[in-house]
T-cell receptor, first 112, second 113 residues
Framework: GENVEQHPSTLSVQEGDSAVIKCTYS??????FPWYKQELGKGPQLIID?????GEKKDQRIAVTLNKTAKHFSLHITETQPEDSAVYFC???????????FGQGTRLTINP | DTGVSQNPRHKITKRGQNVTFRCDPI?????LYWYRQTLGQGPEFLTY????????KSRLLSDRFSAERPKGSFSTLEIQRTEQGDSAMYLC???????????FGPGTRLTVT
Protein backbone atom coordinates (compact mmCIF):
# COMPACT_ATOMS: atom_id res chain seq x y z
CA GLY A 1 0.00 0.00 0.00
CA GLU A 2 0.88 3.67 -0.10
CA ASN A 3 3.44 4.99 2.37
CA VAL A 4 4.28 8.66 2.96
CA GLU A 5 7.47 9.77 4.69
CA GLN A 6 7.76 13.34 6.00
CA HIS A 7 10.73 15.28 7.33
CA PRO A 8 11.89 17.01 9.33
CA SER A 9 9.81 16.04 12.36
CA THR A 10 10.54 19.41 13.98
CA LEU A 11 11.58 22.70 12.41
CA SER A 12 12.37 25.98 14.09
CA VAL A 13 12.89 29.17 12.06
CA GLN A 14 13.19 32.86 12.77
CA GLU A 15 10.20 35.03 11.98
CA GLY A 16 10.47 36.30 8.43
CA ASP A 17 12.61 33.39 7.23
CA SER A 18 11.39 30.59 4.97
CA ALA A 19 10.42 27.06 6.00
CA VAL A 20 10.51 23.95 3.81
CA ILE A 21 8.94 20.59 4.63
CA LYS A 22 9.50 17.56 2.40
CA CYS A 23 7.54 14.37 1.76
CA THR A 24 8.09 11.27 -0.31
CA TYR A 25 5.46 8.77 -1.37
CA SER A 26 5.74 5.19 -2.52
CA UNK A 27 2.84 4.57 -4.91
CA UNK A 28 3.35 6.09 -8.35
CA UNK A 29 -0.43 5.93 -8.91
CA UNK A 30 -1.00 8.64 -6.26
CA UNK A 31 -2.57 11.62 -7.94
CA UNK A 32 -3.47 14.19 -5.30
CA PHE A 33 -1.27 15.74 -2.62
CA PRO A 34 -2.77 18.00 0.05
CA TRP A 35 -1.10 19.77 2.95
CA TYR A 36 -2.86 20.27 6.26
CA LYS A 37 -2.10 22.55 9.19
CA GLN A 38 -3.16 21.35 12.62
CA GLU A 39 -3.24 23.52 15.73
CA LEU A 40 -3.44 22.07 19.22
CA GLY A 41 -6.80 20.46 19.94
CA LYS A 42 -8.19 21.13 16.46
CA GLY A 43 -8.80 19.13 13.34
CA PRO A 44 -6.47 19.36 10.32
CA GLN A 45 -7.08 22.39 8.12
CA LEU A 46 -6.40 22.13 4.39
CA ILE A 47 -3.98 24.89 3.39
CA ILE A 48 -2.91 23.97 -0.14
CA ASP A 49 -3.10 21.00 -2.48
CA UNK A 50 -1.69 19.91 -5.83
CA UNK A 51 -2.68 17.37 -8.45
CA UNK A 52 -0.26 15.08 -10.20
CA UNK A 53 -0.59 16.91 -13.52
CA UNK A 54 0.80 20.13 -12.00
CA GLY A 55 4.40 20.76 -10.93
CA GLU A 56 3.94 23.80 -8.70
CA LYS A 57 1.18 25.79 -7.07
CA LYS A 58 1.34 28.98 -5.06
CA ASP A 59 -1.10 30.74 -2.76
CA GLN A 60 0.28 33.95 -1.24
CA ARG A 61 3.10 32.91 1.13
CA ILE A 62 2.57 29.18 0.64
CA ALA A 63 3.73 27.08 -2.29
CA VAL A 64 3.86 23.38 -3.04
CA THR A 65 6.12 21.65 -5.57
CA LEU A 66 5.75 18.13 -6.94
CA ASN A 67 8.37 15.93 -8.58
CA LYS A 68 6.53 12.89 -9.92
CA THR A 69 9.67 11.20 -11.20
CA ALA A 70 11.31 11.30 -7.79
CA LYS A 71 7.98 10.81 -6.01
CA HIS A 72 8.43 13.71 -3.66
CA PHE A 73 6.63 16.94 -2.90
CA SER A 74 7.44 19.91 -0.70
CA LEU A 75 5.73 22.73 1.17
CA HIS A 76 7.38 26.14 1.13
CA ILE A 77 6.32 28.92 3.49
CA THR A 78 7.92 32.31 2.95
CA GLU A 79 8.01 35.34 5.26
CA THR A 80 7.00 33.18 8.20
CA GLN A 81 4.88 34.67 10.96
CA PRO A 82 4.22 33.52 14.54
CA GLU A 83 0.74 32.30 13.55
CA ASP A 84 2.38 29.81 11.17
CA SER A 85 3.48 27.81 14.23
CA ALA A 86 1.60 24.50 14.12
CA VAL A 87 1.97 20.87 13.06
CA TYR A 88 1.92 20.38 9.30
CA PHE A 89 0.95 17.11 7.59
CA CYS A 90 1.43 16.06 4.02
CA UNK A 91 -0.79 13.39 2.50
CA UNK A 92 -1.22 11.42 -0.71
CA UNK A 93 -4.41 10.17 -2.23
CA UNK A 94 -4.87 7.34 -4.65
CA UNK A 95 -7.64 6.00 -6.73
CA UNK A 96 -11.37 6.28 -6.66
CA UNK A 97 -11.74 6.11 -2.89
CA UNK A 98 -9.74 9.34 -2.46
CA UNK A 99 -8.64 8.13 0.96
CA UNK A 100 -5.59 9.93 2.30
CA UNK A 101 -2.35 8.46 3.60
CA PHE A 102 -0.60 10.96 5.89
CA GLY A 103 2.98 11.65 6.75
CA GLN A 104 4.11 11.70 10.35
CA GLY A 105 3.88 15.47 10.70
CA THR A 106 6.29 18.38 11.18
CA ARG A 107 6.08 20.61 14.22
CA LEU A 108 6.97 24.10 12.95
CA THR A 109 7.94 26.77 15.46
CA ILE A 110 8.39 30.38 14.41
CA ASN A 111 10.67 32.27 16.77
CA PRO A 112 9.94 36.01 17.10
CA ASP B 1 -20.92 26.21 3.91
CA THR B 2 -20.80 25.46 7.63
CA GLY B 3 -18.03 22.89 7.35
CA VAL B 4 -17.81 19.41 8.84
CA SER B 5 -19.05 19.22 12.42
CA GLN B 6 -18.50 16.54 15.05
CA ASN B 7 -20.06 15.82 18.42
CA PRO B 8 -19.10 15.52 21.15
CA ARG B 9 -15.78 17.33 21.04
CA HIS B 10 -14.50 15.45 24.07
CA LYS B 11 -15.50 12.16 25.65
CA ILE B 12 -14.11 10.54 28.76
CA THR B 13 -15.26 7.00 29.42
CA LYS B 14 -14.30 4.05 31.55
CA ARG B 15 -12.82 0.94 30.04
CA GLY B 16 -15.51 -1.47 28.92
CA GLN B 17 -18.15 1.18 28.21
CA ASN B 18 -19.62 1.86 24.78
CA VAL B 19 -19.31 5.25 23.11
CA THR B 20 -20.87 6.79 20.01
CA PHE B 21 -19.66 9.78 18.01
CA ARG B 22 -21.53 11.76 15.39
CA CYS B 23 -20.32 13.49 12.24
CA ASP B 24 -22.28 15.91 10.07
CA PRO B 25 -20.55 16.40 6.71
CA ILE B 26 -20.77 19.38 4.38
CA UNK B 27 -24.29 19.13 3.03
CA UNK B 28 -23.58 18.50 -0.65
CA UNK B 29 -20.76 16.01 0.00
CA UNK B 30 -21.67 12.41 -0.77
CA UNK B 31 -18.50 10.88 0.68
CA LEU B 32 -17.74 10.69 4.36
CA TYR B 33 -14.53 9.40 5.95
CA TRP B 34 -13.48 8.44 9.46
CA TYR B 35 -9.86 8.70 10.56
CA ARG B 36 -8.13 8.10 13.88
CA GLN B 37 -5.20 10.15 15.14
CA THR B 38 -3.05 9.17 18.11
CA LEU B 39 -0.73 11.59 19.85
CA GLY B 40 2.19 12.67 17.70
CA GLN B 41 1.03 10.79 14.61
CA GLY B 42 -0.76 11.63 11.41
CA PRO B 43 -4.39 10.63 10.90
CA GLU B 44 -5.01 7.01 9.84
CA PHE B 45 -7.89 5.96 7.62
CA LEU B 46 -10.60 3.86 9.26
CA THR B 47 -13.53 3.68 6.85
CA TYR B 48 -15.53 5.61 4.28
CA UNK B 49 -19.03 5.89 2.90
CA UNK B 50 -20.39 6.95 -0.42
CA UNK B 51 -23.95 8.00 0.28
CA UNK B 52 -25.23 5.35 2.68
CA UNK B 53 -22.94 2.53 1.48
CA UNK B 54 -19.83 1.69 3.50
CA UNK B 55 -17.33 0.96 0.73
CA UNK B 56 -14.08 0.30 2.55
CA LYS B 57 -12.89 -0.55 6.06
CA SER B 58 -9.33 -0.49 7.31
CA ARG B 59 -7.76 -3.38 9.21
CA LEU B 60 -7.56 -0.88 12.08
CA LEU B 61 -11.32 -1.15 12.44
CA SER B 62 -11.72 -4.08 14.80
CA ASP B 63 -14.99 -5.92 15.42
CA ARG B 64 -15.67 -3.56 18.33
CA PHE B 65 -16.00 -0.64 15.90
CA SER B 66 -19.06 -0.02 13.77
CA ALA B 67 -19.95 2.93 11.58
CA GLU B 68 -23.21 3.82 9.93
CA ARG B 69 -24.56 6.46 7.60
CA PRO B 70 -28.21 5.45 7.40
CA LYS B 71 -29.63 8.20 5.20
CA GLY B 72 -26.48 9.25 3.42
CA SER B 73 -26.16 12.39 5.52
CA PHE B 74 -24.72 12.26 9.05
CA SER B 75 -22.68 9.30 10.27
CA THR B 76 -22.09 7.64 13.62
CA LEU B 77 -19.06 5.73 14.83
CA GLU B 78 -19.61 3.39 17.76
CA ILE B 79 -16.93 1.71 19.82
CA GLN B 80 -18.07 -1.16 22.02
CA ARG B 81 -16.23 -2.38 25.14
CA THR B 82 -13.69 0.45 24.95
CA GLU B 83 -10.05 -0.24 25.74
CA GLN B 84 -7.32 2.18 26.80
CA GLY B 85 -5.74 1.76 23.39
CA ASP B 86 -8.84 3.34 21.84
CA SER B 87 -7.85 6.70 23.35
CA ALA B 88 -7.30 8.98 20.35
CA MET B 89 -8.75 11.81 18.30
CA TYR B 90 -11.45 10.56 15.95
CA LEU B 91 -11.69 12.72 12.86
CA CYS B 92 -14.39 12.92 10.25
CA UNK B 93 -13.94 14.33 6.75
CA UNK B 94 -16.16 14.66 3.72
CA UNK B 95 -15.82 15.20 -0.01
CA UNK B 96 -17.66 15.08 -3.28
CA UNK B 97 -16.93 11.96 -5.34
CA UNK B 98 -14.54 12.95 -8.11
CA UNK B 99 -13.38 16.06 -6.26
CA UNK B 100 -10.33 15.24 -4.17
CA UNK B 101 -10.43 18.19 -1.76
CA UNK B 102 -11.31 16.79 1.68
CA UNK B 103 -12.00 19.11 4.60
CA PHE B 104 -11.89 17.70 8.13
CA GLY B 105 -14.04 18.31 11.15
CA PRO B 106 -12.70 19.43 14.55
CA GLY B 107 -12.53 15.85 15.85
CA THR B 108 -13.74 14.03 18.94
CA ARG B 109 -11.08 13.47 21.58
CA LEU B 110 -11.72 10.12 23.34
CA THR B 111 -10.04 9.31 26.62
CA VAL B 112 -10.54 5.82 28.05
CA THR B 113 -9.64 5.54 31.74
Amino acid sequence: GENVEQHPSTLSVQEGDSAVIKCTYSDSASNYFPWYKQELGKGPQLIIDIRSNVGEKKDQRIAVTLNKTAKHFSLHITETQPEDSAVYFCAASIGGAQKLVFGQGTRLTINP
Amino acid sequence: DTGVSQNPRHKITKRGQNVTFRCDPISEHNRLYWYRQTLGQGPEFLTYFQNEAQLEKSRLLSDRFSAERPKGSFSTLEIQRTEQGDSAMYLCASSLAGVARTPFGPGTRLTVT
